[in-house]
Every structure is written in C-alpha cells, then in structure tokens.
C-alpha cells in the first residue's frame, strides 16, 4: 500500500514563495505528481517527477528526492488565483498507474 | 477537444434509491477510475478499470458499483447500500504513459 502525507493548510502573502511538502511510503515507486484544484472543480495536472531532482515549469517547481521518499511543489511569486488545493499523487506499486492522493493542502493567498 | 465528460453536475437521491453517475471519454485512455472526495479527506478511490470489461474494487468499493462495456464509457451507480452518498465524486483516466491522469468536472451528489 501507499501513504502519503502533505500539511493541511498553508498560507501567504502575493509575490510570495511558498513550498508545500510531501512525504511518501510506498513498496514500489514509479513517480510523484501534483494537481491543482480549484473549489468545486476538477483537479488539474502540474506537474510529474519520475527522477531526482528540479523540474521547472514558469512560475511553479517540483521536486522528488527519491532517497528521502521526499518531494515538494514551489510556487513563486503567488497570485490570488494560486488560492486552491494542491494534492501530492504517486503511482500505484503494481505496475500500473492507479493514482494515490494525498489528503491535499489548502493554499489560502492574501493580498 | 478531448476530455472527459461527467453528467449530472448536480444530482439529488432519496434514501434507498439508486443512482448512476455517467463519466464518458474521448481520450482513447484504457484505464478510468471513480474517486470520491469529502472535505479534508482527499480523493479516495472506489473503483477502476484498466481494459474493457474488466473492473477492480479499490479501497471504498463497499455501497457502489460499476461496469465497463464500451472503452469511452465508465458508469457508476451508487446504490441504496451506501449509507452515506453524499459526496463530490469524480472521474479520471490515464493513457499509456500513465503519467498524468485526466479528470472530469465531478458530480455533486445530495441524499435528500
């Protein structure tokens, strides 16, 4: 089986950086991937790390430490449209990907 | 444009009804899963499928089921055995990458 963990809730100011942490325990691991959703809507893919390190995409970063079993979601220079959930995912250790979910972190942004 | 496509956005049951909760694509993505979602509790996954006609039980299976008779179409009915429907339930499928899965709108179910 799979857990993961990520904070509840996480708050800051606009033209912040803010870094929302994930921990994982997995018996088998293929990758960490992030989604963004909005209140009442579908959550939408970000972004996907299947090795260590970086992976930039404007404004927002991913990271994956596969030896810490250990990733993070950077956004920069937050906007009020940042204000959402952000769920850490990994794939299912059987092979296949069956997408597992963290319990998601509210990102509240304020003016 | 591809996607997926869940109907009703909104559906309202009566105690010991079933319901269906219709989640159609046109990705041409084998694998399709049904999460259900409750305040603070993350996406918890109920059902997928990887290959037509077939179907597993995921870790909420218990009040609910599915069938997969066509590769586009990944219906779920939520049945009078499930105590406590009430819910944000949502659709997703992968493709062969398997790196990105894809989401419908969801369907907001009320027991009234």
């Known amino acids: 089986g799979q857990s993961l963990e990520q904070p509840s809730e996480v708050t800051a100011v606009e033209g912040a950086i803010v870094q929302i942490n994930c921990t994982y325990q997995?018996?088998?691991?293929?990758?960490l991937s992030w989604y963004q959703q909005h209140d009442g809507g579908a959550p939408t893919f970000l972004s996907y790390?299947?090795?260590?390190g970086l992976e930039e995409t404007g404004r927002f970063s991913s990271f994956l430490s596969r030896s810490d079993s250990y990733g993070y979601l950077l956004l920069q220079e937050l906007q009020m449209k940042d204000s959402a959930s952000y769920f850490c995912?990994?794939?299912?250790?059987?092979?296949?990907?069956?997408?597992?979910f963290g319990r998601g972190t509210s990102l509240i942004v304020h003016p | 444009d591809g996607g997926i496509t869940q109907s009703p956005k909104y559906l309202f049951r009566k105690e010991g009804q079933n319901v269906t909760l219709s989640c159609e694509q046109n990705?041409?993505?084998?694998?399709m899963y049904w999460y259900r979602q409750d305040p603070g509790q993350g996406l918890r996954l109920i059902y997928y499928?990887?290959?037509?006609?077939?179907?597993q039980k995921g870790d909420i299976a218990e009040g609910y089921s599915v069938s997969r008779e066509k590769k586009e179409s990944f219906p779920l009915t939520v049945t009078s055995a499930q105590k406590n429907p009430t819910a944000f339930y949502l659709c997703?499928?992968?493709?062969?990458?398997?790196?990105?899965?894809?989401f419908g709108q969801g369907t907001r179910l009320t027991v009234v």
């Open positions: 499928s990887q290959i037509v006609n077939d179907f």
């Open positions: 995912a990994v794939r299912d250790d059987g092979g296949s990907y069956i997408p597992t």
């Open positions: 790390n299947a090795l260590d």
């Open positions: 990705l041409n993505h084998d694998a």
């Open positions: 997995t018996s088998g691991f293929y990758g």
């Open positions: 997703a499928s992968t493709g062969t990458e398997n790196t990105e899965a894809f």
